[in-house]
T-cell receptor
Framework: ETGVTQTPRHLVMGMTNKKSLKCEQHLGHNAMYWYKQSAKKPLELMFVYNFKEQTENNSVPSRFSPECPNSSHLFLHLHTLQPEDSALYLC????????????FGPGTRLLVL | AQKVTQAQTEISVVEKEDVTLDCVYETRDTTYYLFWYKQPPSGELVFLIRRNSFDEQNEISGRYSWNFQKSTSSFNFTITASQVVDSAVYFCALSAGNQGGKLIFGQGTELSVKP
């Protein structure tokens, strides 16, 4: 498998549920990103990891908890979400050196009821 | 401050028409990178092009071409002889040289190509 993959592609959860989004990249990159894309809004950067270390947290609420066990995998753990958290969550990867091209996965469409 | 503006929210054309998507950026950095991505209905952002601030040469790739003009801080994207498969949301993005790879996206332009 090549590129950046994300699972699940679709997720419906209640506000009291706990779920996790998974991202895997097969490009040999060492930087990984989580973005949120809400309807009618530009992409919002949430977290950045370089060599498994978190280097940016863009003021994301603590109900979103990222985890990067290695350079190929990135998780986003979700708990006690709100309906306004419904969005498309995109994962991306790149080389960590400055402004390298980021390659995106297909995203997870999340609906919080 | 870094900013990307895509003033065209939606564009609708008929197949085989040429269409230009506008992108205007703001940055105080002298080293920066500009990108275009395509987002089809499936959701995945597909990388189209990356251009650094020192290379103003226009680029053509098949039916796609890009016009980078530092004097007007613009990086416009033209699709020649548009096709239905070009229907998507197109995003312009900026990354400054000292921002650790952080991408600033425009609002996106939704292009609809009708047969």
């Amino acid at each position: 498998e090549t590129g950046v993959t994300q699972t699940p592609r679709h997720l419906v959860m209640g506000m009291t549920n706990k779920k996790s989004l998974k991202c895997e990249q097969h490009l040999g990159h060492n930087a990984m990103y989580w973005y949120k894309q809400s309807a009618k809004k530009p992409l919002e950067l949430m977290f950045v990891y370089n060599f498994k270390e978190q280097t940016e947290n863009n003021s994301v609420p603590s109900r979103f908890s990222p985890e990067c066990p290695n350079s190929s995998h990135l998780f986003l753990h979700l708990h006690t979400l709100q309906p306004e958290d419904s969005a498309l969550y995109l994962c991306a990867s790149s080389q960590p050196t400055g402004s390298e091209t980021q390659y995106f996965g297909p995203g997870t469409r999340l609906l919080v009821l | 401050a870094q900013k990307v503006t895509q003033a065209q929210t939606e564009i609708s054309v008929v197949e085989k028409e040429d269409v230009t998507l506008d992108c205007v950026y703001e940055t105080r950095d002298t080293t920066y990178y500009l990108f275009w991505y395509k987002q089809p209905p499936s959701g995945e952002l597909v990388f189209l092009i990356r251009r650094n601030s020192f290379d103003e040469q226009n680029e053509i790739s098949g039916r796609y071409s890009w016009n980078f003009q530092k004097s007007t801080s613009s990086f416009n994207f033209t699709i020649t002889a548009s096709q239905v498969v070009d229907s998507a949301v197109y995003f312009c993005a900026l990354s400054a040289g000292n921002q650790g790879g952080k991408l600033i996206f425009g609002q996106g332009t939704e292009l609809s190509v009708k047969p």
